[in-house]
């Protein structure tokens, strides 16, 4: 049974809809296309670098599920840091990853309408692109709405239906696969090798969406370590199982641009590519449940800490969700959909995702030593952790250094957006209520 969390908000996710939300935020639209991408850079090689792309990811989830088994509240990335740095850095956090959400559901959107129009071509553009991405935010946000109930059930749906495609996509591809594909040609330089391992990180990753809405989950010290390890022993072995399958199954994997619905018809025929390309567009819209999900918690949490108006952390008296949060971050989403001008926010939200993690990863000794001083002993302490820890900073810093110029700069402006809109708030505050 639900029962209310601080803030009026209700703790309306169990233990199975929290490994299902993990699940929904990591496989998106990437795994449907990155495939190809990964084997022109590799060829067989291309395991490899999953597994060692695993085991990176992996550093940073064991730092996520410590951290978060100190917090019972909304706002995953953004409390922590406000708790382990102070105000300001809290407030950088929140915000980047509250962009980082939006422009991603802007990205998968469109997306998601590109992939409508292969048997709808009208929808590509004109009315009909503005009305599927109308009727798809607002849908998503009525649902989440209505309740975290609700939106935990839709995201549980969604999950199955992303993971059944996928699987049958294994199941059936494993037996058609022939050996002698995975013999290399060649050795793949130490930089293509980098390359790929850069172009799968995103793949693996996502998993920092599902930590905000701690706040509306029974037990989340114990539910969340459990869930996004639970949920990476799938997701891993999964990716790897796709991979395999489709280097063995598609002659012409590194040249294909839609790799999993290619090598499904090589084995089965129109239908299988069909099954793919159905479960392409369920996973994309899985997601942006997901972010939308997420999203406006940011905003909830930002609000409740006082650095964001009163009004976001509100919630609405019969279904219990912070509505004009929702409302608020649903309609900059459509926006940023319809104005197309989420290409250019591709890097920036690579890198606030990494600056994101680098962050939840130092709170890990900082919050140690904080211990019994306002902070709550972890549910799940991490073997090693400090190293882990530093490991996983060392990983994050590599990643960075590959960044271009631009995209650290995009980053810089995002940033100093962010001061300021922490600074108005701050003076907002600080304004005396004028006389009546």
Known sequence: MASMARGGLVRGIGRGSMVALFINSVIGAGIFGLPSRVHELLGPYALLAYVACALLVLLVVLCFAEVGSRFEDTGGPYLYARTAFGPFVGFQVGWLVWLTRVTAFAALCNLL?????????????????????????????????????????VAN?????????????????????EPARYVP?????????????????????????????????REPRRTLPFAILASMAVIVPLYLLIQAVAIGTLPGL?????????????????????????GAVVSISGTLNGLVLAAPRILYAMAEQGQLPAAFARTHARYRTPYLAIGLTAACMLVLTLSGSFLTAVALSTITRLLAYAATCLAVPVLRRREGAGVAAAAFTVPAGTWVAGVAMLVIAWLVLHAGVGELRNVGIAMAVGALLMWLAGRARRAPASPA
Do not use: C, Q
């Open 254 to 278: 590194a040249d294909s641009t839609t790799p999993l619905a290619d090598a499904a018809g090589s084995f089965a025929g129109s239908l299988g590519a069909s099954v793919i390309v159905l």
């Open 113 to 153: 309408i590109d992939y409508l129009a292969h048997p709808w071509p009208a929808l590509a553009s004109g009315g009909g692109r503005i009305a599927v991405a109308t009727l798809a935010t607002v849908v998503i946000a009525a649902v989440n709405i209505r309740g975290v109930r609700t939106a935990a059930i």
């Open 157 to 177: 749906v969604f999950t199955v239906g992303k993971l059944v495609p996928l699987v049958l996509f294994v199941a059936i591809g494993l037996f058609f696969v």
């Open 185 to 217: 040609a060649s050795t793949p330089a130490p930089m293509e090798f980098t390359a790929a391992i850069l172009l799968l990180v995103f793949a693996f990753t996502g998993f920092e969406t599902a930590t905000v809405p701690a706040g509306e989950v």
